[in-house]
Protein backbone atom coordinates (compact mmCIF):
# COMPACT_ATOMS: atom_id res chain seq x y z
CA UNK A 1 0.00 0.00 0.00
CA UNK A 2 2.84 2.17 0.58
CA UNK A 3 4.69 1.70 -2.42
CA UNK A 4 1.53 2.71 -4.74
CA UNK A 5 1.15 6.06 -2.57
CA UNK A 6 5.10 6.84 -3.35
CA UNK A 7 4.35 5.82 -6.73
CA UNK A 8 1.38 8.41 -6.71
CA UNK A 9 3.59 11.26 -5.29
CA UNK A 10 6.03 10.53 -7.86
CA UNK A 11 3.75 10.80 -10.65
CA UNK A 12 1.93 14.07 -9.05
CA UNK A 13 5.31 15.02 -8.50
CA UNK A 14 6.48 14.80 -12.20
CA UNK A 15 3.27 16.10 -13.55
CA UNK A 16 3.90 19.10 -11.40
CA UNK A 17 7.31 19.38 -12.54
CA UNK A 18 6.39 19.36 -16.31
CA UNK A 19 3.42 22.01 -15.89
CA UNK A 20 6.09 24.45 -13.65
CA UNK A 21 8.65 23.98 -16.58
CA UNK A 22 6.79 24.07 -19.78
CA UNK A 23 6.24 28.27 -20.63
CA UNK A 24 3.02 29.47 -20.70
CA UNK A 25 1.83 30.01 -24.20
CA UNK A 26 -0.79 32.20 -23.64
CA UNK A 27 2.08 34.83 -22.67
CA UNK A 28 3.88 34.06 -25.97
CA UNK A 29 3.15 36.00 -29.45
CA UNK A 30 0.94 34.39 -32.05
CA UNK A 31 3.24 33.24 -34.48
CA UNK A 32 1.64 32.78 -38.21
CA UNK A 33 4.36 31.94 -40.57
CA UNK A 34 6.99 32.78 -38.29
CA UNK A 35 5.41 36.89 -38.44
CA UNK A 36 4.30 37.65 -34.50
CA UNK A 37 0.53 38.33 -35.41
CA UNK A 38 0.18 40.26 -31.59
CA UNK A 39 -1.63 43.53 -31.03
CA UNK A 40 1.46 45.00 -29.11
CA UNK A 41 3.74 44.30 -32.19
CA UNK A 42 1.10 45.23 -34.43
CA UNK A 43 1.09 48.79 -32.42
CA UNK A 44 5.03 48.95 -32.70
CA UNK A 45 4.73 48.30 -36.27
CA UNK A 46 2.38 51.09 -36.85
CA UNK A 47 4.55 53.49 -35.08
CA UNK A 48 7.38 52.90 -36.96
CA UNK A 49 5.50 53.14 -40.38
CA UNK A 50 4.34 56.24 -39.17
CA UNK A 51 7.47 57.51 -38.47
CA UNK A 52 8.79 56.25 -41.69
CA UNK A 53 5.81 58.59 -43.04
CA UNK A 54 6.95 61.29 -40.81
CA UNK A 55 10.71 61.54 -41.97
CA UNK A 56 10.32 61.29 -45.58
CA UNK A 57 11.38 57.81 -45.91
CA UNK A 58 7.79 56.72 -47.46
CA UNK A 59 5.23 58.92 -48.99
CA UNK A 60 2.14 57.16 -48.83
CA UNK A 61 1.07 53.60 -48.54
CA UNK A 62 -1.95 52.47 -50.76
CA UNK A 63 -3.50 49.23 -51.02
CA UNK A 64 -5.16 47.12 -54.06
CA UNK A 65 -6.26 43.96 -53.43
CA UNK A 66 -4.39 42.20 -51.07
CA UNK A 67 -1.25 44.09 -52.13
CA UNK A 68 0.24 47.21 -50.24
CA UNK A 69 1.57 49.76 -52.45
CA UNK A 70 4.26 51.78 -51.21
CA UNK A 71 5.13 54.91 -52.60
CA UNK A 72 8.91 56.13 -51.74
CA UNK A 73 9.95 59.44 -50.38
CA UNK A 74 13.35 61.15 -50.44
CA UNK A 75 15.22 59.73 -47.37
CA UNK A 76 14.36 56.28 -48.78
CA UNK A 77 17.01 56.23 -51.19
CA UNK A 78 19.57 57.40 -48.53
CA UNK A 79 18.92 54.14 -46.75
CA UNK A 80 21.64 51.32 -46.78
CA UNK A 81 19.74 48.23 -48.45
CA UNK A 82 19.62 46.59 -45.19
CA UNK A 83 17.79 49.31 -43.96
CA UNK A 84 15.40 49.10 -46.76
CA UNK A 85 15.04 45.28 -46.77
CA UNK A 86 13.85 45.75 -42.72
CA UNK A 87 11.67 48.82 -43.60
CA UNK A 88 9.65 46.74 -46.08
CA UNK A 89 9.62 43.61 -44.22
CA UNK A 90 8.51 45.74 -41.62
CA UNK A 91 5.91 46.88 -43.49
CA UNK A 92 4.92 43.40 -45.14
CA UNK A 93 4.53 41.85 -41.94
CA UNK A 94 1.98 44.82 -40.72
CA UNK A 95 -0.36 44.58 -43.13
CA UNK A 96 -0.10 40.07 -43.63
CA UNK A 97 -1.37 40.43 -39.96
CA UNK A 98 -4.09 42.15 -40.80
CA UNK A 99 -4.78 40.31 -44.35
CA UNK A 100 -3.46 37.57 -44.74
CA UNK A 101 -3.43 37.20 -48.61
CA UNK A 102 -0.53 39.54 -48.71
CA UNK A 103 1.82 38.17 -50.38
CA UNK A 104 4.33 40.80 -51.01
CA UNK A 105 5.33 44.59 -51.18
CA UNK A 106 5.35 46.67 -54.09
CA UNK A 107 7.28 49.46 -54.34
CA UNK A 108 6.52 52.74 -56.57
CA UNK A 109 8.10 55.97 -57.46
CA UNK A 110 6.01 58.48 -56.32
CA UNK A 111 7.01 60.81 -59.39
CA UNK A 112 6.46 58.07 -62.18
CA UNK A 113 4.21 55.98 -60.07
CA UNK A 114 6.04 53.09 -61.61
CA UNK A 115 6.62 50.13 -59.78
CA UNK A 116 10.34 50.08 -58.91
CA UNK A 117 10.73 47.34 -56.83
CA UNK A 118 9.08 44.68 -54.55
CA UNK A 119 9.98 42.57 -50.99
CA UNK A 120 8.09 39.25 -50.45
CA UNK A 121 9.53 36.25 -49.27
CA UNK A 122 12.29 35.98 -51.30
CA UNK A 123 13.63 39.64 -49.94
CA UNK A 124 13.62 42.93 -51.38
CA UNK A 125 14.78 44.07 -54.48
CA UNK A 126 14.67 46.85 -57.25
CA UNK A 127 14.15 47.76 -60.56
CA UNK A 128 15.93 50.89 -60.99
CA UNK A 129 19.77 50.49 -59.36
CA UNK A 130 19.87 54.24 -59.40
CA UNK A 131 16.94 54.44 -57.04
CA UNK A 132 18.48 51.85 -54.60
CA UNK A 133 21.50 54.36 -53.93
Known sequence: ??????????VV???????LLTPDRSTQPVLINGIDTSSEKQVVRERLINQLKETGA??????????????IGKQFKKLENHEK??????????YYTLNKKTTM???KDPN???RIG???????SM???????
Request: proline content about 2%.
Open 112 to 114: TNK
Open 118 to 124: KYNQNGF
Open 58 to 71: INKIEISGSLPYVY
Open 1 to 10: MKSSYIVLIF
Open 85 to 94: ETMMSTISDY
Open 105 to 107: VII
Open 13 to 19: LFILAIK
Open 127 to 133: KDKRKEQ
